[in-house]
Structures are given as C-alpha cells and as structure tokens.
C-alpha cells in the first residue's frame, strides 16, 4: 500500500516539532489521526485544539480501536522514542506498517521539487526564512518545519498548485538519508549528536552522504569553507560578508535591524532590510536569499519577504522588548549556537547587563561539549544553570551542570527550575536571555508575566 491508502494514522511521538507537521499534513487531508506523546505543551493544545487528538499515557489500552486495524492504518514515530516503548512494542508484534518520520517525509516529498535545508546550526531559520520567500512570492510553496513560524503560527505551510516543498533535513539519527531533494543548503557541519555519530568525522561522512542524495543535475548551496564533493550538481557558496557567490555588504543597524546589499551572480540587490534581529540571522537569510534568486524570485519579491518575517518560535524571539527591560528566548543548545546568540545580543545591548539562565540539553552532548559551553557563556554577565533536560537519555554518571559550571569565569550558579521564579524575583537584569532545547520553553510564560509585573511597578 501506498501512504495515500490508509486511513488512520498513528502518531508515536506527535509532539515534535517534525511529527506535528506530519499530523497536520494528514489531518488536512482527511485521514484519522491520533497520536502519543509523554507531555503536554504549547504544540500539543494547539494540535488538540485543531481537532487531533493526542494521549499522555503510554498504555496500548489508550489505542482506540479504529487505529488497532492494521490494513487502516500506518503508524508513525519518532527515534527519539524508546525502543520499549510499549505502543511501538505492540505495533511491531502485530506487524503494522511502521515508519520513521523521515521515511514518511521522503515519501512525501519525492514527487515536488524538495528544497533541503541542512546543517548542525541555523536549518530551522534558513528553512522558515526560505519558505516566508517563497510564499510572499508567484513561486508559493509548500514547507515542513523545524520550528514554528510567527507569520503563518505553524510549522506546516500548504500549497494546492506550487511543486515546491521546502524541508528541514536533520542529521539527527542520519534522518536527512531519507530525502532526495533537488536543491539542498548546508549551513554548518560542526561536530554534535556524538552520542548517534560518534565523532565528527562521521557526523561530515552523513552531510557528504546527503549530498549525494541530491537528485542529478541539482544544486547545492553551502556555507563557504565547507569541504564537499557534488559531482553532477551545481554548487554554490554563501557567507556574512566574505566574498563568495551570495555575501552581505554595508551591513549596518538601522533602528536595531540590519540593512545590507546582498551581492549574487546576477549582481546586487541594494538596502535589503531584514526584520528579524541578530547578524547571524542576516547569514541565514543570505542562505535562504540564495536559493529563492536560484529558484527564479525576483528581488523585488525577496527584499519585501525580508522586510516582513517575523521570526519563529524560539529562535531569538522576543518575549519583552522595553527601555528599562529585555527578554529573549532562545533554542540554543550547542555551544556555537550559545555563542553566536549571546553575541548578537551583545551587539544590539552592548551597554547593558545581560543574564543567560541555560538549560543543558542531553547528559551526552553535557559531557562532550562542557568546555565549550562554558567557554561561550562566559560571554554573558551572569549565568543561571538549570539542570540537564535528559530527553531521550538515562543519567551519566559524573555529568550534571557542575562541570560547566566550573569553567565558567563570570557570577553564576545552578539553580533548580522550581526555584527559578524565586531567584528572578531577587535580581535585577537588564536583558535576560533564556537558552536551551529541553523543556525550559514551559518557563517562559511565567518570566514574562514576573517581569511584566515589575514593570507595572
């Protein structure tokens, strides 16, 4: 059978941010979806509130009986799932057909000309950036995010007559092998996910693989400096503003917002204003800027697209923005990310005291990169460490927030995220960043509303 076949589809792991996109693509289609995930978050209400409905337990009694059909239904899940998880136990023992997400996506994707968004930094922005152009554009699109965008509120974009599918493609678990996309961009290949690679060399041996997967006589749009073969495609480099095939020139702010003229084989396109804050966000856009000029958007359509994104969720995303205060929360979970966000803030606030509270992702990616991020948030005035967020991991013994605690050079302390609230309440900070991948997100609604109240003071 074909995915266009079954009429139920099982979702292993509905909350990420992949899966959801996923269940919104069927559930916009008319298939049965329901799904598992072990919390309730933002993205999970929203899913709930648009008519999927989602279990917390784990139980296969939570099944309902239409999904318990295995000629109906297709389930889908996660790698960051538990192989004993009891739900895809049952599945598997039954014998349904079972796929990863990344599966389902190749799948999807194969017959549209799939734009690949890759890179250990900064896919999720280039990808929702890529695909604000192409919609404010005659091309359209079609686009499964990463990330959820603030101009259309969600990580699935729809097209009924544009061939165009913009797609994130996560190195994670070697997902992005599953993609065959006809234009790919690689923005970093810096080592992480050490606990599925082992070490950075064969995390670069998958991103070479993935460019493989690039269907013959595609393009490839790649970070300058990165070393990769891409026999049978056309290759393009990009950067800040080192000379290269697509670069920035006369970068400058212009009421906290960057102008630049964006140089490119056809020429310049001049006083390109971008409203999204962060100078690393203006290379992200000089990535997602090049492969919508390659794809056939004039400049007209992609300095107005520039002009008007608004962002997504969770990446440099103002929460407060006010003269006395300022609070951004942020995704950054490596320690390049840490520290190419900390200094965009430190660019835009370089007078101001600014406090990082940071959230370890994984006790692995902890014990493997705790000198680096110590080294990058050592930029900060002040640090607040929360304990790890383990996700899919058991503990590892001798690895807690301590060990990059120790590095660290500027006040800081580790602080339980119970007792966050209180220990805000005690300080004053300028600008407050809140970092990291795990569950730190479900802290920041009640930041905003402590800090909101001080400034009603």
């Known amino acids: 059978m074909q995915i266009k076949d079954y009429k139920n589809i099982y979702f292993i ?22 799904g598992y995930d072990r919390m309730d978050t933002q993205l999970t209400a929203e899913l709930t509130a648009e008519g999927i409905d989602i279990t917390f337990q784990e139980s296969v009694d939570q099944i309902p009986k239409i999904y318990q059909s295995k000629e109906d239904t297709l389930i889908v899940y996660t790698p960051a799932v538990p192989v004993n998880h ?36 900064g896919k999720t922005t280039v990808s929702t950036i890529t695909a604000h152009i192409f919609k404010s554009s005659a091309l359209d699109c079609n686009a499964f995010l990463g990330g959820i965008s603030r101009n259309y509120q969600s990580n699935l974009l729809l ?68 070393i990769l073969t891409h026999q049978g495609l056309t290759a393009y480099t990009y950067s800040l503003n080192e000379k290269a095939d697509f670069y920035a020139e006369n970068i ?44 056939g958007v004039n400049a007209d359509e992609l300095k107005k697209a520039l002009s008007t994104f608004k962002g997504v969720r969770r990446r440099f995303d103002y929460q407060i923005r006010t003269e006395k205060i300022v609070f951004i929360d942020d ?23 600014i406090t990082g509270i940071f959230q370890p992702h994984l006790y692995s990616r902890t014990r493997d990169f705790a000198d680096g991020f110590a080294s ?15 996700a899919r991991e058991l503990p590892i013994e001798g690895v807690s927030s301590e060990i990059i605690l120790k590095n660290i050079n500027v006040p800081a302390q580790i602080c339980g995220k119970n007792e966050l609230l209180n220990l805000l309440k005690e300080k004053d900070f300028e600008v407050l960043l809140t970092l990291g991948a795990g569950d730190i997100d479900k802290l920041v609604v009640p930041i905003k509303n402590l800090i909101s109240k001080r400034l009603e003071c």
């Not at 941010?17 to 269940?23: R, T």
């Not at 999204?276 to 290379?283: L, M, T």
Request: charged share 20%; aromatic share 10%.
């Open 13 to 34: 792991g509905i909350g990420g941010i992949g899966m959801s996109a996923l269940a919104r693509y069927f559930y916009s289609i008319g298939k049965n979806v329901f």
């Open 159 to 226: 097209s009924k007559d544009s061939p165009w599918m913009v797609l994130e493609a996560d190195e994670f678990d070697r997902s992005f092998l599953q993609l065959h996309p006809q234009l790919a961009v690689i923005t970093s290949m810096d080592a992480d996910h050490l606990d599925i690679y082992g070490d950075k060399s064969e995390l670069e041996k998958s991103f070479q693989a993935f460019v493989h997967q690039i269907k013959e006589g595609g393009i490839l749009v790649h970070k300058k400096g990165l």
């Open 86 to 121: 009891p739900q895809l136990i049952y599945f598997q023992e039954q014998q349904f057909a079972i796929k990863k997400r990344s599966q389902v996506l190749g799948l999807l994707s194969d017959n549209l000309k799939g734009i690949g968004i890759a890179g250990t930094h």
């Open 376 to 390: 990058s948030l050592n930029l900060l005035d002040e640090v607040i460490l929360l304990d790890i967020y383990p």
């Open 252 to 295: 400058h702010l212009v009421e906290g917002f960057y102008q630049f003229n964006l140089v490119h084989p056809g020429g310049v396109i001049k006083d390109i204003l971008f409203s999204y804050p962060g100078k690393i966000n203006v290379e992200n856009a000089i990535a997602a800027a090049s492969m919508a000029l390659l794809c």
């Open 331 to 353: 995704y950054a979970h490596h320690p390049k990310e840490l520290w190419e966000s900390i200094s965009s803030v430190r660019e835009l606030y370089p007078n101001k005291k």
